[in-house]
């Protein structure tokens, strides 16, 4: 048995506010996880959980996965619990070395009497001919493709009056042209043959995406997506369905907006009914079920892990301001008028 504690280089950026220490230990089957906080005057812990699939062991022996953005973050929490399952998986994104790094880390899950496998496989998916090589070369590596999971996207966080042209474009083709591209790849190359089932990740958009509209748009576009594939390709046995998560912490979710990162994601936590962010290792088992045939009747459907942030607060201030329009006028307005009149403080 190895233990690994790992000091994360974010917790330098709350320097005089949190430091953030998490230590992962793998033993066995299971891997126990705990997440310490530390203040400048106290410490504590914040959560201690269980983490592995709750799933039977085998339920996807010699089936095989494509997960996009598998190497870091909620993809590589899937691909993990995928792994520990027993699926082939591949895992496709754009910068190779983080591929290569993450496969190697993961490969260290599968236990000896273990048919699971991991291949990286460089992809941009917004680019249609890399996205065909990547369906073409798993098929040519593990002859099938039983599951895809649509995780690899992202955004910046940007007014929108101030998003140009490509910026906007940059989000909407890795977000929504990208999870298209996949799917009908997928589905073309085998799927519609063979059947499968797809899980296409989203965000809480549900109320807009103040602050990243072009993700808001591009994921409230993919949600849609993902019922009219489920009714066209119902006939060929292909299931497809969508996970949204809250807000969801890794240390790669973080980085990518740079010194905003701490920020953004300190000022989630009092809009989380769960007053705490959410990790990967809880979005991973949505996925995996909505994969699993525990879902065999599951199609069409989203899923929102988020605690019930998407029911709560928004973190999004709208400053005290009289640029609205005047109500009409009439007895209603009048009447209030008059109740405001009798509440104002005697001079
Ligand atoms: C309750 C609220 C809390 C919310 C919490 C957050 C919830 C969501 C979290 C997550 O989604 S975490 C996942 C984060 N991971 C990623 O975003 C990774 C993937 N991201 C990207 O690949 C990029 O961000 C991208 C924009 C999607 C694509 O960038 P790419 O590198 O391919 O394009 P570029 O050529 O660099 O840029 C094109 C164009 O886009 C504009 N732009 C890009 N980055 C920024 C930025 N940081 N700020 C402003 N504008 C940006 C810009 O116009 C670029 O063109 P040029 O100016 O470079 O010519
Ligand atoms: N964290 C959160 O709070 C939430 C996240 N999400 C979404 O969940 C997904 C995973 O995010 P998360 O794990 O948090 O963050 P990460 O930044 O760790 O993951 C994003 C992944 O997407 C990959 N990716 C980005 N662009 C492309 C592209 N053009 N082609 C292929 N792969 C790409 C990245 O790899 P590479 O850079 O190597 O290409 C990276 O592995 C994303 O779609 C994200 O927007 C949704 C709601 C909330």
């Not at 494509?66 to 994104?93: D, F, P, Y």
């Amino acid at each position: 048995m190895t233990a690994r504690y790992v000091l994360t280089g974010e917790g330098f950026y709350f320097v005089g506010r949190f430091l953030s220490v998490g230590g992962v230990h793998h033993g066995g089957s299971v891997s126990v996880r705990a997440f310490i906080l530390v203040s400048a005057t106290s410490v504590s812990v914040l959560f201690i959980m269980a983490a592995g699939s709750v799933f039977r062991a085998g339920l996807f022996n010699h089936r095989v996965a494509i997960v996009t953005g598998g190497a870091t973050g909620i993809g590589k929490a899937i691909t993990a619990e995928l792994l520990q399952l027993g699926c082939h998986v591949v895992i496709a994104s754009r910068k190779s070395e983080r591929l290569e790094a993450a496969a190697d880390e993961l490969s260290q899950l599968i236990s000896s009497s273990s048919s699971a496998s991991i291949t990286a496989l460089r992809c941009n998916i917004r680019q249609e001919d890399e996205v065909r090589n990547l369906v073409a070369s798993t098929l040519r590596l593990h002859g099938r493709i039983d599951y895809l999971v649509n995780n690899g996207g992202g955004q910046f966080s940007s007014p929108a009056a101030n998003m140009s042209v490509k910026g906007w474009n940059a989000v909407i083709d890795t977000n929504l042209t990208g999870t298209f591209l996949c799917c009908r790849e997928v589905y073309s190359a085998w799927m519609k043959d063979h059947g499968g089932a797809i899980v296409n990740i989203i965000a809480d958009m549900w109320r807009g995406f103040p602050g990243m509209a072009h993700t808001g748009a591009a994921r409230a576009a993919v949600e849609n997506l993902t019922k009219s594939l489920a009714i066209e390709w119902a006939s060929s046995g292909v299931r497809i369905n969508s996970v949204a998560p809250g807000t969801i912490f890794s240390k790669t979710a973080m980085e990518n907006y740079k010194e905003l990162g701490p920020v953004i994601f300190q000022m989630a936590v009092p809009c989380i009914p769960a007053k705490r962010l959410g990790f990967p290792e809880e979005i991973s088992p949505a996925v995996c079920f909505l994969l699993s045939p525990a879902a065999s009747f599951i199609s069409g459907a989203t899923l929102k892990v988020d605690a019930g942030q998407s029911l709560y607060d928004s973190v999004w201030d709208i400053p005290d301001h009289t640029a609205w329009p005047e109500p009409p006028e009439g007895e209603n307005v009048g009447a209030l008028r008059d109740m405001v009149k009798k509440l104002k403080p005697k001079l």
